[in-house]
């Protein structure tokens, strides 16, 4: 007779063992946990279904990941989202190189150096930081880059903004995973007399590093989908613009935002086929996120 066997005649002793007020109290938490379950989990459905059912006629379309709008008039159902997709992840990207490593400094000194009053003020203003509205750091980076330093609207304006939606995120996910690193992995390091900075360069980090990518990836997918910093800070283009610093850049939410003004059926098609390659692009994001945490835990066994 197996184990789980043997076990299920002393669990089910245990239980009996509880009184019946409690027994009727857990059955009600049970309940409502799940019909809130329930509850949260028919919208997102049905929100997926809506997506996916008008949408999945534009995302086959041949031409759609690998054509842009140039030259289509709005009536005209042809070309593609290459050059939105292309935008949002341009954009993406270059606000991760530039927030992934000031987040990640920013959360070693708050893990490993702190606390102190410097940490006190930085913790509060990530804390700030992390409430601000995407409109609002939108509108401060066009006051400062735009019309305080007179560059002109671009991807790079609209990666900025980016940067301030992202920073906070980076910060909080390196910070808790740091944390989580046992205090007897640096001890033993002090021990041996290696400094700090080498131990947490060469010890705290690769142990926290599953953690910090699956919340750099979640990040990252947190920011493809603004809207704000687009609108405000660079002009829609039909057709592709590889330069991030000059003229204008199309992305998946500014292109759904300008084809909700096209009254033909062909912006229909477009905005719902945006709107599911977005909800691809993220989910593809997590994925990734989810299986090099998942590489990396196997890794360090």
């Known amino acids: 007779m197996s184990t789980a066997a043997l076990d299920r005649p002393v669990k089910a002793a245990a239980f009996r063992g509880i009184s019946i007020n409690r027994r009727i109290k857990n059955s009600v938490a049970t309940v409502l946990f799940l019909a809130s379950f329930v509850v949260a989990l028919v919208p997102l459905i049905w929100l997926l279904w809506v997506v996916i059912d008008r949408g999945w006629w534009a995302v086959t379309r041949k031409g759609w990941w690998t054509h842009s709008l140039r030259g289509v008039m709005p009536e005209q159902f042809a070309g593609g989202v290459y050059h939105a997709l292309y935008g949002t992840v341009a954009q993406a990207v270059v606000a991760a190189v530039i927030a992934v490593p000031l987040g990640l400094m920013v959360a070693i000194y708050l893990a490993e150096y702190g606390p102190d009053r ?36 671009s991807g ?37 007399g290696i400094p700090k900075w080498k131990t947490i360069v060469r010890i705290v980090i690769p142990v926290a590093l599953p953690g910090i990518i699956s919340g750099v990836l979640l990040s990252f997918a947190r920011i493809i989908g603004e809207t704000a910093p687009v609108l405000v800070l660079v002009g829609y283009s039909r057709s592709i613009n590889y330069d991030m610093f000059s003229g204008n850049m199309a992305s998946l939410p500014l292109l759904i935002y300008t084809e909700l003004t096209n009254p033909e059926h062909a912006g229909f098609l477009r905005v719902w086929g945006a709107a599911l390659t977005l909800i691809i692009v993220v989910a593809v994001v997590n994925l990734v996120a989810a299986l090099a945490t998942r590489i990396l835990a196997i890794g360090r066994r």
């Not at 940067?163 to 002090?190: F, T």
């Open 118 to 153: 410097l940490t006190r003020v930085t913790t509060f203003m990530v804390d700030v930081l992390a409430g601000v509205p995407s409109i609002v750091a939108s509108l401060f980076i066009f006051s400062l880059w735009i019309a305080t330093l007179g560059f002109e609207q």
């Open 156 to 192: 790079f304006a609209v990666s900025l903004a980016l940067v301030l939606l992202m920073l906070p995120i980076v910060v909080r996910a390196g910070e808790e995973m740091l944390k989580l690193v046992p205090d007897e992995l640096r001890e033993a390091s002090y021990a041996l």
